[in-house]
């Protein structure tokens, strides 16, 4: 770690932390904005983190009070911000994401040293999309309650896998719900933590991904430092914030009454939209089907592509670039399916 | 590059912006206004025609719902507007149910500048005492409505299609719908009947039931018997966008197309940006 140590002055004295060794060059392509959507997601992450302890101090996880702690939520008006900052965040949080995902491989960064990191940002997607998927399941909606029970059918088929921990099935003495909650707010947080420490500590160890062309050239001709970078980053951040709060207040979030046993009516939020129509072909197990596939072409992303060529337009990172530039264009598709086909039941 | 001291000016300004947002009027996080009777701009919650649903013979008990929920809203027919042809019936199963139905449709007649008096509303059971109750003052539970788009629920007296009543008994909870009359020219039922007896002779005649309820469970249970009509369960100050909305059964486009589309077009941006596709630049 060399941005906190003690460093002594010329007076000899002693300081914890020393502003000058952040001043070290980072590529001038860092401050844009397709460099910065990795620490943006880290202060979106930081943001869900607060503000979801805020609301875990009046939510309730019992099936019979939670959908009522989350209208008491909503009722009070600096909580209802708190909760729409809360929900817009976790709305952009997969935009940023895929955009993440797709400079990456637009420009090549995942190749060579960076190849361990393309891995850990793939396990680090599984697990953001879990931690959404159990926060929509919370509000206890029927969208939430029928969220939970397609998850509970998957976790049915696959209980021999450890599956019956998302089923009711596991015990009468804890509901589902607490369960999910228990989820949500301590064990996938905490992997969540790990996998951004690792990470973050591998950006630290191989540098900031600088533009292909700038790749020979940027140590000397760099003209921004790690400190600007931040500063940078402060700035785009401030301005997410900003954005946020904005839509938290003029879009607010709403509670929507509890849940109907035995109906299957709602459809889900739109990161989880495109499942829709796909369960129509595979039923419930599309749950599964489909992010399996998402994962497994990201996952062969750098072994299809060895090549130290960082070019879009090149060799086998175009094999790349095509899958990347696959999942917006599919998620748009599968969305308006989900908007035009008929609902069907599916449990 | 930003100096460091325009960045404490920005976050400063900022911050002061926050601050006027957290604590402002709660109204304009409420958003909308309108009237009275319907300041609050809540979700929707279908409840469809389902054969799952449990019949309880026709009769309802709450009793049997404990995760019913419970909604303490009062009017939102003002807000309701039924697309041109189509046919709903509107039922309250709440013991304010007089409350619901007619303060919203007498805001709504006020609102179309109706006089009031020149509405007349049949309806009202009461423990097993029909009533009729006129100058918009009370309906009891029930509003059966043929309505044309942008007309009021009910309209005035010689437009109006059919008005029925539903019986709450409050002393027991026990729901149990009563149709002790329909218009003549539609068809009349005397006695007292369950709600599914009479739907569907409606199912024709209905493209859409809105209830408002303390039992969630309730009328979906109660069309079980009857046509696939759609029924939703609504909660106050539904606008029209959103009753087309439920009716076509679909989710808004917004909804569906907001978060894409941007994904989408940022993902274009980056094509270009980094040069994915050759762009032949002039000059």
């Given at each position: 770690?060399?941005?906190?140590?003690?460093?002594?002055?010329?007076?000899?004295?002693?300081?914890?932390?020393?502003?000058?060794?952040?001043?070290?060059?980072?590529?001038?392509?860092?401050?844009?904005?397709?460099?910065?959507?990795?620490?943006?997601?880290?202060?979106?992450?930081?943001v869900?983190?607060?503000?979801?302890?805020?609301?875990?101090?009046?939510?309730?996880p019992?099936?019979?009070?939670?959908?009522?702690?989350v209208?008491?939520?909503?009722n009070?008006?600096?909580?209802?911000?708190?909760?729409?900052?809360?929900?817009?965040?976790?709305?952009?949080?997969?935009?940023?994401?895929?955009?993440?995902?797709?400079?990456?491989?637009?420009?090549?960064?995942?190749?060579g040293?960076?190849?361990?990191?393309?891995?850990?940002?793939i396990?680090?997607?599984?697990?953001?999309?879990?931690?959404?998927?159990?926060?929509?399941?919370?509000?206890?909606?029927?969208?939430?309650?029928?969220?939970?029970?397609?998850?509970?059918?998957?976790?049915?088929?696959?209980?021999?896998?450890?599956?019956?921990?998302?089923?009711?099935e596991?015990?009468?003495t804890?509901?589902?719900?607490?369960?999910?909650?228990?989820?949500?707010?301590?064990i996938?947080?905490?992997?969540?933590?790990?996998?951004?420490?690792?990470?973050?500590?591998?950006?630290?160890?191989?540098?900031?991904?600088?533009?292909?062309?700038?790749?020979?050239?940027?140590?000397?001709?760099?003209?921004?430092s790690?400190?600007?970078?931040?500063?940078?980053?402060?700035?785009?951040?401030?301005?997410?914030?900003?954005?946020?709060?904005?839509?938290?207040?003029?879009?607010?979030?709403?509670?929507r009454?509890?849940?109907?046993?035995?109906?299957?009516?709602?459809?889900?939020?739109?990161?989880?939209?495109?499942?829709?129509?796909?369960?129509?072909?595979?039923?419930?197990?599309?749950?599964?089907?489909?992010?399996?596939?998402?994962?497994?072409?990201?996952?062969?992303?750098?072994?299809?592509?060895?090549?130290e060529?960082?070019?879009?337009?090149?060799?086998?990172?175009?094999?790349?670039?095509?899958?990347?530039?696959?999942i917006p264009?599919?998620?748009?598709?599968?969305?308006?399916?989900?908007?035009?086909?008929?609902?069907?039941?599916?449990? | 590059?930003?100096?460091?001291?325009?960045?404490?000016?920005?976050?400063?300004?900022?911050?002061?912006?926050?601050?006027?947002m957290?604590?402002?009027?709660?109204?304009?996080?409420?958003?909308?206004?309108?009237?009275?009777?319907?300041?609050?701009?809540?979700?929707?919650?279908?409840?469809?025609?389902?054969?799952?649903s449990?019949?309880?013979?026709?009769?309802?008990n709450?009793?049997?719902?404990?995760?019913?929920?419970?909604?303490?809203?009062?009017?939102?027919?003002?807000?309701?507007?039924?697309?041109?042809?189509?046919?709903a019936?509107?039922?309250?199963?709440?013991?304010d149910?007089?409350?619901?139905?007619?303060?919203?449709v007498?805001?709504?007649?006020?609102?179309?500048?109706?006089?009031?008096?020149?509405?007349?509303?049949v309806?009202?059971?009461?423990?097993?005492?029909?009533?009729?109750?006129?100058?918009?003052?009370?309906?009891?539970?029930?509003?059966?409505?043929?309505?044309?788009?942008?007309?009021?629920?009910?309209?005035?007296?010689?437009?109006?299609?059919?008005?029925?009543?539903?019986?709450?008994?409050?002393?027991?909870?026990?729901?149990?719908?009563?149709?002790?009359?329909?218009?003549?020219?539609?068809h009349?039922?005397?006695?007292v009947?369950?709600?599914?007896?009479?739907?569907?002779?409606?199912?024709?005649?209905?493209?859409?039931?809105v209830?408002?309820g303390?039992?969630?469970?309730?009328?979906?249970?109660v069309?079980?018997?009857?046509?696939?009509?759609p029924?939703?369960?609504?909660?106050?100050?539904?606008?029209?966008?959103?009753?087309?909305?439920?009716?076509?059964?679909?989710?808004?486009?917004?909804?569906i197309?907001?978060?894409?589309s941007?994904?989408?077009?940022?993902?274009?941006?980056?094509?270009?940006?980094?040069?994915?596709?050759?762009?032949?630049r002039?000059n």
């Amino acid at each position: 770690m060399d941005s906190i140590e003690h460093v002594s002055d010329n007076n000899g004295s002693s300081k914890w932390f020393d502003i000058n060794v952040l001043r070290y060059a980072v590529p001038n392509s860092a401050n844009s904005f397709g460099y910065v959507l990795g620490s943006l997601l880290l202060f979106s992450f930081l943001v869900m983190g607060i503000t979801g302890a805020l609301l875990g101090l009046f939510y309730t996880p019992n099936p019979q009070l939670a959908n009522q702690s989350v209208t008491e939520i909503t009722n009070n008006v600096f909580m209802r911000y708190i909760r729409g900052v809360h929900i817009w965040t976790a709305e952009i949080i997969p935009v940023l994401i895929f955009l993440h995902i797709i400079r990456i491989t637009l420009t090549g960064s995942y190749k060579g040293k960076r190849q361990i990191n393309w891995f850990l940002g793939i396990i680090l997607l599984l697990t953001t999309f879990t931690l959404i998927f159990t926060g929509s399941v919370l509000k206890w909606d029927q969208a939430g309650f029928e969220a939970l029970a397609h998850f509970e059918e998957i976790g049915k088929i696959f209980a021999p896998l450890g599956g019956i921990l998302f089923t009711s099935e596991l015990t009468v003495t804890a509901p589902l719900l607490s369960r999910i909650y228990l989820f949500h707010v301590s064990i996938l947080p905490m992997v969540l933590i790990l996998l951004i420490g690792a990470h973050v500590t591998v950006i630290k160890l191989v540098g900031i991904s600088s533009l292909p062309k700038e790749e020979k050239i940027w140590r000397q001709e760099s003209q921004i430092s790690f400190l600007d970078h931040i500063k940078a980053v402060t700035l785009y951040s401030i301005s997410f914030f900003v954005a946020i709060s904005v839509l938290s207040l003029f879009f607010p979030a709403v509670s929507r009454p509890a849940p109907i046993v035995g109906t299957e009516v709602s459809r889900p939020d739109w990161i989880f939209l495109p499942w829709y129509p796909l369960e129509n072909i595979w039923g419930v197990m599309a749950i599964v089907i489909f992010p399996s596939i998402i994962t497994f072409l990201l996952f062969i992303i750098p072994l299809i592509d060895r090549e130290e060529n960082r070019n879009p337009r090149k060799g086998r990172q175009r094999i790349a670039v095509a899958i990347v530039l696959f999942i917006p264009l599919m998620i748009l598709v599968l969305n308006i399916l989900s908007g035009v086909l008929k609902p069907a039941q599916h449990l | 590059m930003m100096k460091g001291s325009q960045l404490y000016k920005f976050g400063s300004l900022t911050f002061v912006l926050m601050l006027l947002m957290i604590f402002q009027p709660v109204q304009i996080v409420n958003g909308h206004g309108g009237a009275s009777t319907s300041t609050y701009k809540g979700p929707m919650l279908l409840v469809p025609y389902t054969n799952s649903s449990p019949v309880i013979d026709g009769k309802i008990n709450l009793k049997d719902f404990p995760e019913a929920g419970h909604f303490n809203i009062t009017g939102f027919l003002d807000e309701v507007r039924i697309s041109h042809n189509k046919t709903a019936m509107f039922v309250s199963v709440t013991t304010d149910g007089a409350e619901f139905a007619g303060v919203g449709v007498k805001n709504r007649a006020l609102h179309k500048n109706t006089n009031p008096d020149s509405l007349f509303f049949v309806g009202g059971v009461n423990n097993g005492s029909v009533s009729t109750v006129k100058n918009g003052s009370y309906i009891q539970s029930v509003v059966l409505s043929h309505s044309d788009y942008d007309a009021p629920v009910v309209e005035t007296s010689n437009r109006v299609s059919f008005v029925g009543a539903v019986n709450v008994v409050n002393d027991t909870r026990n729901y149990e719908f009563m149709i002790p009359l329909l218009p003549e020219n539609y068809h009349r039922s005397s006695g007292v009947g369950s709600v599914t007896d009479i739907l569907p002779e409606l199912g024709a005649l209905l493209d859409l039931v809105v209830i408002r309820g303390e039992g969630d469970n309730l009328l979906s249970t109660v069309v079980t018997k009857t046509q696939p009509i759609p029924v939703y369960l609504l909660r106050v100050g539904e606008t029209a966008a959103q009753i087309e909305q439920i009716m076509a059964n679909s989710p808004s486009w917004e909804t569906i197309l907001l978060w894409p589309s941007i994904l989408f077009i940022l993902s274009v941006y980056f094509v270009v940006k980094y040069e994915v596709v050759p762009i032949r630049r002039s000059n």
